[in-house]
């Protein structure tokens, strides 16, 4: 393993410093199950795993917002508090390579949503420019709480707005996920015996025959989902395949995801959207504002900031706002980031306790730097 950090790396950990985020240290190795259960699809199929001498599910530390969040509920610290890291991580990339640094902040605890919302955004913004220096970047959000309501106001099941908002961070996944609300698929054809247990609606059942035959075949749950999360998938595919999306819904929705705007006209366009659409999503809208408020006494300039209604990040535990930000010229993504408040209590909180951060790709930064020396 590479242990050569950035040649900026002392940049990052002064601005960690200027901007009050704990430098922390977070094991290489981690429990893989976290990840498994909440990491999202495209992460889990890239995740490098192992086994401990007793056959625990361990794998290499693939990001840093699931560890530093079970380290905070570990220790037992107070909250709000911020985290600075930098290290690596590993896993299987698209691009090539395996093992690569990023750095980060995530906040935690803190009461004002927006507000930490934006100092999120600040921070990420902050430490692209001080890295690189007149590089003109573009910022994308959007809003995964906006999407939610827009889902619970058009009255959709709650099974299909569960299965919408699952997907939603996925372009793929969501248009598919969309076609079947508009048209459910034929029943799958499976054996007899899961079928009737299907029908019934008899999770445990199921789940216990799913096991014994993934135990029969050989398979381990480590290698894809759970037993219990197979069976649970079934039974809600089967509940749906009985309600279908009218048009008139169906429309409502692609007008809401074709939103794009400049984010300083966003608010105008999401409200223009709920009263033409004759939606009450005001509560979501109003949270929107006010983080938008927030960017402002930042100082992010909004001119390089646009708002898509589309743009979700393909991990699971995010819960509302959600950013990315981009180098002009660079098609790839330099940091992600966005809000998880339901993460700690996942991962075994005693309390709900609100979390944002964002991770920055290292090595895409300096490929950046090298391209302008």
Request: proline share 5%; glycine share 8%.
């Amino acid at each position: 393993m590479t242990t050569r950090y950035p040649a900026f790396a002392n940049e990052i950990l002064d601005l960690f410093a200027e901007r009050e985020a704990a430098l922390t240290d977070i094991a290489i190795i981690q429990p893989a199950d976290p990840f498994l259960d909440m990491a999202g699809e495209d992460l889990r199929r890239r995740i490098f795993l192992t086994e401990s001498e007793t056959g625990k599910s361990l794998c290499l530390r693939p990001e840093f917002t699931i560890p530093v969040c079970r380290d905070h509920i570990e220790t037992r610290a107070t909250t709000p508090r911020r985290y600075g890291y930098l290290g690596e991580v590993f896993r299987q990339r698209r691009e090539g390579g395996a093992e690569f640094f990023q750095a980060g902040i995530e906040d935690l605890g803190a009461g004002d949503r927006a507000g930490a919302d934006a100092r999120s955004l600040a921070d990420a913004h902050a430490l692209l420019a001080r890295v690189l220096p007149g590089r003109g970047l573009r910022v994308t959000l959007g809003d995964q709480a906006v999407f939610e309501a827009v889902l619970a106001a058009l009255g959709l099941p709650r099974g299909w707005q569960e299965r919408l908002a699952r997907a939603f961070g996925s372009s793929e996944m969501l248009d598919a996920a969309i076609a079947e609300c508009a048209s459910p698929p034929a029943a799958a054809r499976l054996p007899r015996e899961i079928a009737s247990l299907v029908a019934r609606g008899d999770e445990a059942a199921l789940s216990d025959r799913i096991q014994q035959d993934m135990e029969a075949a050989g398979l381990s749950a480590t290698a894809g989902r759970e037993p219990c999360e197979i069976a649970r998938r079934l039974i809600e595919k089967a509940e749906l395949r009985s309600v279908r999306l009218a048009d008139s819904a169906l429309d409502v929705l692609k007008s809401f995801l074709a939103i794009r705007a400049p984010l300083a006209e966003a608010g105008e366009r999401l409200a223009a959207f709920a009263g033409e659409a004759g939606l009450f999503i005001d509560e979501a809208v109003e949270n929107f504002n006010e983080r938008i408020s927030r960017i402002v006494e930042q100082d992010v300039p909004l001119s390089g900031i646009s708002y898509s209604a589309h743009f979700g990040r393909p991990l699971d535990y995010y819960t509302g706002f959600i950013f990315e930000i981009g180098a002009e010229g660079m098609d790839q993504t330099l940091v992600g980031g966005g809000r998880y408040d339901r993460l700690l209590t996942l991962l075994g909180a005693e309390k709900p306790i609100p979390g944002v951060g964002f991770s920055v790709w290292l090595d895409r930064v300096s490929a950046l730097k090298e391209q302008a020396e």
